[in-house]
């Protein structure tokens, strides 16, 4: 998170400062000794805004760019510390009150004023779909107190992972935890300087540096370790980041750590910014991070700190002092803040495109706002009178009026729309109790229903499809959570037909249809889901925890077939699951061999193995664009969004044990794919179907169960 601290910048930090005898105690001034700007550290936010920036506009080109906010930490560290050290030094404390209220005039107004933006347009459903309209809400609040990596890392965000739907405030993760550094780590240093008073002959400065050592190992050791046992928390949690920001704290603190020799600040200096240029384009989501990798970008933002020597114009310390970049140096805090909004509700304004002139359009539009914001809002509100002239707390009380202004707008846009929301839960409920004739994929699989026209009707609407979602969430088990979680729907009689319905979310979507099939039938249906961790004996080629969890999952749930009594099994998973390729000739021959392995285990008991090839996989939920333009400009080009070789469909082929489904000629003819067939919605994202329409495909799921079934039990 790009801290607006544009003019903090310490210099000659080994020189004590003059101590200060009238700083008037009942204001809040700047701090005993003036800030002192650099430059090269301007520079380097900037480096840290465009990889943030561009990644999130292009994720597929700039993998790694997710490391600016890691820069952005070293760089806080090292400006905050070195400002606190000042102050400590000169006048023996610091002043909580005036330091706070300082951080509150620099970036609450203009942190502010995007959430209030935020929380407008959640109110209205043309401009966001009120399908997101909880989770919109929960995170503008969330985001209004500070508190937004908590609210992700408990709910088990992912933030490198593009599926689903992120809110408009995803991006507050790093300034919540940045305020929450703020809070925290001034009293860190004023206990050090304490203890360093009382008990060690008044050193107060090797104390700190001490201190802040410690929590910088400890807290980079705490990261490792969390990273490799819960990755998608580890990214959010305070404790687990500090580290970057005690990295940036001793360069400030210990002199030795500033190179200010020529050729050593040169090498030091391009190297990390090569390191860092590195890490952003060959790191991605599969990357094990924060953990031991965050290293890579945390010692390349510190070399180029570190290196202070600007004798010569190819320097990077000089380079980084261009205009340009001091000018995106200068408005990076608001360019953090407007980018991701304008990207999430773009899509969803009318006659606004998805094209590559339309996203360089909106990032220029970003860099407008972010100066407009800047000149006009951060600025002015540094130094406003009525705050600046008054104690502190005048300050405080009024930035907690204001957050409150901006929760109490969040608040209502969830009373205007509420009812709205709840009318759109019924709709899809009476429509999946009594859906039309012909609806869904009935329109192409049934020749009855050749003729069937539904004209522009979309059900659901797209602005609700993102709430068509199966029940029983319990049943369903994610990240690096292991559990063989196993659910029990249907019919409880003893000798009822027991089908197991298995695989990652791509199982999972079907649940709601085939609890209604075995409440239908008869059966018995019991479930083993697992978030991205299809039914399969071959490694993912995901590292670290969450690989580990899939492989370990699977295991267990094996024992929990081979001790189950069961009569035929369903299984379905996403096409593009990355897989390890190690032994094969590829990672598609791999998954293959892993399924037929997998497979195996009930086959050779006799039991039928019914699957299903995967449905496209859209770059981004189709109902964005549905809410906006035509349905037929909406489809996607075939070779886009359809795996042409689904491992799956491989593995069944030749098995006679294996029933293979393919309704890719529901969702797509020779050259397009649609996202609504027969009037029904077919998703709910970018991958994921909607019941409404997985339960169109219930007839043809029954009938290939059915057909398995009768096959056992023929002599």
């Not at 202070?308 to 200068?330: E, H």
């Not at 791999?590 to 699957?611: F, H, K, L, N, Q």
């Not at 020779?670 to 019941?691: F, K, M, S, W």
């Amino acid at each position: 998170m790009p801290s607006a601290d544009h003019d903090l910048g310490p210099q000659h930090l080994s020189v004590p400062a003059k101590t200060v005898t009238r700083e008037p105690r009942d204001r809040s001034p700047e701090h005993a000794e003036p800030s002192r700007f650099i430059p090269h550290v301007q520079g380097l936010r900037a480096i840290a805004v465009l990889c943030v920036v561009l990644y999130h506009f292009w994720p597929g080109r700039l993998t790694g760019g997710y490391i600016g906010v890691d820069i952005f930490f070293v760089i806080s560290g090292f400006l905050i510390t070195a400002h606190l050290m000042r102050e400590l030094t000169a006048t023996g404390t610091v002043r909580l009150g005036q330091f706070w209220a300082r951080r509150a005039r620099r970036l609450l107004p203009a942190s502010l004023l995007v959430l209030l933006f935020c929380a407008v347009v959640v109110m209205s459903p043309y401009l966001m779909p009120t399908s997101a309209l909880p989770n919109e809400v929960r995170e503008i609040l969330a985001s209004t107190f500070y508190v937004e990596n908590w609210y992700l890392a408990l709910n088990s965000a992912d933030y490198l992972n593009h599926a689903g739907s992120p809110t408009t405030v995803q991006h507050y993760w790093s300034l919540s935890l940045e305020e929450q550094f703020y809070v925290m780590w001034p009293l860190i240093m004023l206990l050090a300087a304490w203890i360093g008073v009382k008990w060690f002959r008044g050193e107060r400065r090797r104390t700190v540096i001490a201190a802040l050592g410690i929590v910088t190992v400890v807290s980079f050791v705490f990261c490792v370790i969390f990273t490799i046992t819960n990755p998608a928390p580890a990214y959010f949690v305070t404790f687990g980041r500090m580290w970057q920001f005690g990295v940036g704290a001793l360069i400030a603190l210990v002199p030795m750590l500033r190179v200010r020799n020529a050729l050593g600040s040169f090498v030091l200096g391009w190297a990390g910014i090569l390191m860092l240029l590195y890490v952003a384009f060959t790191f991605d989501a599969q990357t094990p991070f924060p953990g031991y990798m965050a290293a890579l970008p945390t010692l390349g933002a510190a070399a180029v700190i570190a290196a202070s020597n600007t004798d010569r114009w190819w320097y990077p310390t000089r380079i980084l002092a261009i205009r340009p970049a001091q000018f995106v140096g200068d408005i990076s805090y608001s360019l953090y803040l407007w980018h991701w909004p304008l990207i999430v509700i773009a899509p969803s304004v009318p006659f606004w495109g998805l094209t590559i002139y339309h996203r360089v359009a909106l990032l220029g539009l970003c860099f407008v706002l972010a100066w407009l914001t800047k000149r006009f809002v951060e600025d002015p509100a540094r130094g406003w009178k009525v705050l600046t002239s008054r104690p502190p707390r005048v300050t405080l009380w009024s930035a907690l009026a204001a957050m409150v202004v901006v929760a109490l707008v969040a608040s209502t846009a969830w009373l205007v729309n509420a009812p709205l929301y709840n009318q759109g839960t019924r709709d899809i409920a009476a429509l999946q109790e009594n859906p039309p004739e012909c609806f869904g994929a009935a329109s192409v699989l049934d020749a009855s229903c050749a003729d069937a026209d539904f004209g522009s009707e979309i059900l659901p609407a797209p602005g609700f499809a993102g709430i068509d979602r199966p029940e029983h969430p319990q049943c369903f088990v994610q990240l690096t959570d292991s559990r063989p979680v196993s659910c029990t729907f249907g019919s409880d009689d003893p000798d009822a037909p027991r089908v197991a319905l298995i695989g990652d979310s791509h199982a999972y979507q079907l649940l709601s249809t085939f609890q209604r099939m075995a409440d239908e039938n008869g059966w018995q249906l019991v479930t083993w889901f697992k978030g991205a961790c299809p039914w399969n004996t071959t490694p993912l080629s995901t590292p670290g925890a969450f690989g580990a969890a899939c492989t370990e999952w699977r295991e267990r749930v094996q024992s929990a077939i081979d001790d189950a009594e069961l009569d035929a099994v369903f299984t379905a998973a996403l096409a593009t699951t990355p897989y390890s390729s190690a032994g094969y000739d590829s990672s598609h021959d791999a998954a293959v061999a892993g399924y037929r392995e997998a497979w195996s285990t009930v086959m050779d008991r006799g039991i039928p193995v019914i699957t299903v090839v995967d449905n496209p996989v859209w770059e981004t939920d189709p109902n964005k664009c549905l809410r906006t333009r035509d349905v037929a400009e909406c489809d996607g080009v075939r070779s886009d969004v359809l795996v042409a070789d689904d491992p799956l469909k491989d593995a069944a082929s030749g098995l006679d044990a294996a029933t293979l489904l393919d309704f890719t000629d529901v969702y797509c003819g020779a050259e397009l794919c649609v996202p609504v067939v027969g009037g029904a919605n077919i998703y709910r994202d970018q991958d994921h179907l909607t019941v409404t329409f997985a339960d169109t495909l219930a007839p043809w799921y029954t009938d290939a169960i059915e057909t398995a079934l009768a096959k056992r039990g023929q002599p």
